[in-house]
Each structure stands twice: as C-alpha cells, then as structure tokens.
C-alpha cells in the first residue's frame, strides 16, 4: 500500500520588527518663525529654560510662564501654547482635547514643550523639482508682477520658478526628519534625563515616564499603522512589571537604542527611495481610479479632462489628492484613509473634502475652490494663488500664498506668515448635512469663530532651508483684508450626503452683522429685478428673446468663471 506523504508546512515566517518613523505633525504644523524660540545652541539654552520652568515644582506651564522664561509677548506664548496643543501625539494629554479658552489654564508639560521648543532648529527640504515640468507648464500659475518683492531667495519665487518645483516627496521628508533625529537625539535625551550619582560620578538616566515623552517625535509601526507605545518597544521598559515602578534606564543605553534604529529606518528608506527612482511607478500607489475621481466621466463628460491627475491612498496614515487639472473632485468621510489629507498641486479645480480630519495641508494650488469638512488640529496653506478656501477648523496657517480668499470657522486666531499678497478673509460660508457631526467628532467648536483676527507673523520663515538678505528676517509678513460684505456669498454644496445641505446653520459660526444685512440687501435686489421682469409688458416674441438673451449671459458667465464644469460634474447626480 502506498504511503501518502504528508504535506510539508514551511515555518511561519518572524515577523520584521516595527520600524522607527519620525511624527511629521510637529515639523509640518509646529514650526514657528519666532526668532527668540529658535536656538543655535539649542541644548544649552533650553536647559536653562527647563530649570526656570520648572523652578515652582509644577510640571505643568501656562503662557505666563513661557511668556516670562523665553522673553516673548504673552501673544508669543499664547502661539507657542496653542501650537503645541495642535501637533500632541495623544488626545489623553489634557492640553491636546483642551477647549480653546482652557488651554492656558491646563497647561502644557514642561517636557513635551522643551521638545517642541529644541524642534525649532528644524530646516524644511527645499521644494524639489517636478519630473515632468513640461506637462505641469500648463496649469501652474504664470509669473506674478510681485515677484520681485522680497528677493530672488523668497521661498514663493522658489516654488514657482521656471524650474517647477513641488513639495518634497514623503520618503525624503522622511528621512531628512530621520537625519535630524539622530543628529540631536542625544541633546534631546539630555534634556529629558535626570542626573543621578553613581561612583563619585553624575550620570544621566531616564524613567519610563520621561521616556514616553519622545513619544512626541517619533514611533514605531508599519505604514498606515497608529503606532505602537514607545514603552513596549524599548527592551528596557518591554516586560516591566505595571503594578511596579520601572527603575531609571542609563540615558546612554537609550542613546545607543535609538541610534541602532534611526539608522536601520534610514537604511531602509534610502532603498525605497532607490527603486522608486530607478523603477516605474507601482500601481498599487494609487487605491482610487479615475472613474472614482470624476463619477460622471463615463457618462458622456469627456469634455473634461483630468491633467495629469492622482489621488494617491494611504501614506502613512494620510491620504493625498494630488495633481487634478480642470475638474472636480469629491471626497467623502468613505474615501478618506486615516486622520489627515493632502491636497497638492491642483489647477482650475473645485475640490471637497467633506470628512472629519485632524490634519489638512494645500499646497502649491492655484485658481482653484477647495472645501475642507472639519479638521480637528491644524490646517496649512502654502504657496497657493488664486485659491478659495473654504474650512471649519481648530486653526490655520497660511504661508506664502497670493491673491487667495479664506472663508473661516476658526476657533483660533488664522496665522499669516510669509511672502503673502493680497490675501483677504471671510466668515465661514457654506454647510453640508454632516458638518455638524464632523466638528463635533473632531472638536471645532461651532460658537467660537476667530476668522477676522489674523495673527501676523515674519515674512521670512527661518525653517526654509534658505539664505535671506540682511534685515529682511525682521520685515512682519502682509497681513490679511476682510472680504467686502458685497462681495460675500453663501456657497452651496450639492447634496452628496444626505439631508438638507444647501442652508445655513445659524447655529455653526454665526454670521456678522454687516455680512447677513449684505445678503439681506443683496436678495432685496434679486426678487425686485426677478419681480420686475415677471410684470414688464412684452409680446410673447419679445419675451422668448429676452430669456434667450439672459441665457446668453448667464451661459457665458459659467464658461469665463469655470463654473460650466461643476455643472457637467453634477449631471446625473
């Protein structure tokens, strides 16, 4: 009889260990151009400033205290206070779900503030050149007649010079985020560590509890993941018992840790950034086709095309929609891969982002309508031009931008920093069904709208990686105008979600005296001409050619403002 050989099992294969990847939220929404927060000796100063922080025994400081120990305006100090909160790792931090007005009084922890603090030495990569600038000549905006404002060193020129340049790709962010980490993580440790005696010597150790406090910086975890506690990585802390006290670890020991695995993070994204080069683009890049971006295309819209455009998935936690031409483009809280969005590089174009987020950035858009649902930390908007954009958010910042007009629902002061020109600022302007939902999931607070009290910073952002003339660092940023009430407009979101969208709320960022009587005189005038027309006394030849000359018009006004496109967006819908 025949044996039946039993089938060989292969092991399993070991798990990799969890990758050591820098948080980008503090280095794309915590750096602030406050000359007196940024130190060349960051590691001396700052323990300095700790000793004074914590001289009262409190672990926890408000403005006052960061006012009186760095020697900034307590506005200053609100900025830092506010700008910490935004880019926390964990909302179990009291100061991360704080309510505006509350933040002052909870605080911010002395160690997660010298973090944010010593960070600020961080210089951004500079803007990166487009592979295929020929194609993107067509959409990015022409040469302003500003551009010989600041100097030939201006970091808006820079990104809309004749070379193209974009955003830095996420892979060598990353790894210059990395680069920085290990070139000052043993300052950091120093800071955080606690001197001990041991042998007649002093040497440093860090509890678990300072420890985690690196959480701030950096994590552990795949792509997409949340990340895993710093505590239960570390060798050191891993099997520690919980009812027990964790004893101190030699900061040394930790040094030497982490260093091991920066370098192996660093490894490994130099060979991703490799084969993306040397290779083509891999198509599992991109979780949503062309047919997702522009529903109607297959229905007889191939008028209108998408140039050159992408939205790119998830992206460590993020999603991007990237490079939309002459279109629009709707996203929904079921299409948005984890807690943040990217919109880049986008022309002629409306875009929705109708979800609840925590981070948002735009950049390098022009001659386009961008609506954002209601983002929860921080929104930033970087060279933009000719942008409307439309948001419910805790805060915002908006750098380098020209020619833009921001409608608002900011629970705290828009921050305008930066080469900007012409900008102009609105009250909050539309609704959908959910956004109530969104804010509240996310935490924007509905009552509390901050649009008309731009915060002002310089118009040189040290973080840029550039060199500036003399003086120009000390020159303030052109703030923002308020929209003339004449011009403001309700905008209207086509009811993609269910229940009645096209309202406003009086509840969700009341209205300004001046702007509701505007619209209130603006409707006055609309139903005496559409009265007038219906009384005037015509043969009914004569009334077919006066509709046909008021379609005329009107049609030629969606053609010359971009409008027709929405229309044959929404056909079908």
């Avoid at 400033?49 to 409190?58: E, F, M, N």
């Avoid at 998408?306 to 483009?329: D, H, K, M, P, Y």
């Avoid at 409307?388 to 921050?415: M, Y």
Wanted: net charge negative; aromatic share 6%; charged share 20%.
């Amino acid at each position: 009889m025949t044996e039946v050989a039993e089938p060989v099992t292969s092991p399993s294969p070991t798990p990799s260990p969890p990758l050591l990847r820098p948080r980008r939220e503090p280095f794309e929404h915590g750096l602030l151009p406050i000359p007196k927060i940024i130190f060349a000796d960051g590691a001396a100063t700052l323990s300095s400033v700790k000793q004074k922080l914590i001289s009262s025994d409190r672990r926890r400081v408000g403005s006052l205290e960061i006012s009186e120990s760095l020697g900034i305006s307590s506005d200053d100090a609100r900025l830092v206070l506010e700008s910490l909160s935004a880019v926390l790792p964990s909302d179990s931090d009291p100061l991360a779900s704080a309510r505006t007005e509350d933040v002052d009084a909870v605080g911010a922890h002395v160690d997660d503030l010298i973090l944010f603090l010593y960070i600020q030495s961080y210089k951004r990569l500079l803007p990166r050149s487009h592979k295929d600038s020929a194609s993107v000549a067509d959409v990015w905006p022409s040469t302003s007649a500003f551009d010989g404002y600041l100097s030939a060193l201006s970091p808006l020129q820079l990104v809309r010079s004749n070379s193209r340049r974009f955003m830095p790709s996420q892979a060598d962010e990353e790894a210059h985020q990395l680069s920085y980490l290990q070139k000052h993580i043993a300052n950091m440790l120093a800071l955080l560590a606690d001197p001990v005696e041991s042998n007649d010597e002093e040497s440093l150790v860090l509890t678990l509890e300072r420890f985690e406090h690196l959480g701030f910086l950096i994590q552990f975890g795949e792509k997409g993941s949340e990340g895993i506690p710093l505590s239960q990585v570390a060798p050191f802390f891993a099997n520690s018992d919980p009812d027990m006290p964790a004893a101190p670890v030699p900061a040394g020991e930790v040094h030497e840790w982490l260093l091991q695995n920066i370098a192996a993070s660093l490894e490994q994204t130099a060979e991703k950034v490799a084969a993306k080069e040397n290779g083509p683009q891999n198509a599992s890049d991109s979780d949503v086709t062309m047919v997702d971006v522009y529903p109607n295309q297959g229905k007889g819209q191939s008028s209108l095309s998408l140039s050159g455009a992408s939205i790119q998935g998830n992206s460590r936690n993020q999603t991007f929609v990237e490079g939309i031409s002459r279109a629009s483009v709707v996203k929904k809280a079921s299409d948005i891969k984890g807690s943040s969005v990217k919109v880049v590089n986008c022309h002629d174009s409306v875009v929705y982002i109708l979800a609840p987020l925590r981070y948002a950035t735009i950049y390098g858009c022009s001659d386009a309508t961008i609506v954002l649902g209601a983002i929860g930390k921080a929104v930033r908007v970087e060279h933009c031009e000719r942008v409307q954009v439309i948001t419910a958010a805790k805060r915002i910042c908006i750098a380098n931008c020209r020619e833009c007009v921001f409608f608002l629902g900011v629970n705290q002061r828009p921050l305008v920093l930066g080469d900007n020109h012409k900008l102009k600022v609105a009250p909050y302007n539309t609704f959908y069904s959910q956004l109530e939902e969104h804010m509240t999931k996310v935490g924007v607070d509905g009552t509390v709208n901050r649009w008309d009290e731009p915060f002002v910073l310089g118009m040189v952002d040290p973080h840029d990686s550039l060199s500036h003339p003399a003086g120009v660092s000390e020159v303030q940023a052109e703030s923002a105008t308020y929209l003339d009430p004449d011009q403001f407009t309700n905008f209207l979101i086509p009811d993609w979600l269910g229940g009645t969208s096209n309202r406003r709320n009086p509840d969700v960022f009341k209205l300004p005296e001046k702007y509701m009587e505007s619209q209130k005189k603006n409707k006055t005038i609309f139903d005496n001409v559409q009265q007038a027309l219906r009384d005037v006394q015509l043969e009914d030849n004569r009334k077919r050619e006066l509709a046909s000359a008021l379609h005329a018009h009107f049609k030629d006004w969606l053609y010359a403002s971009g409008n027709i496109r929405q229309l044959y967006c929404l056909q079908g819908d």
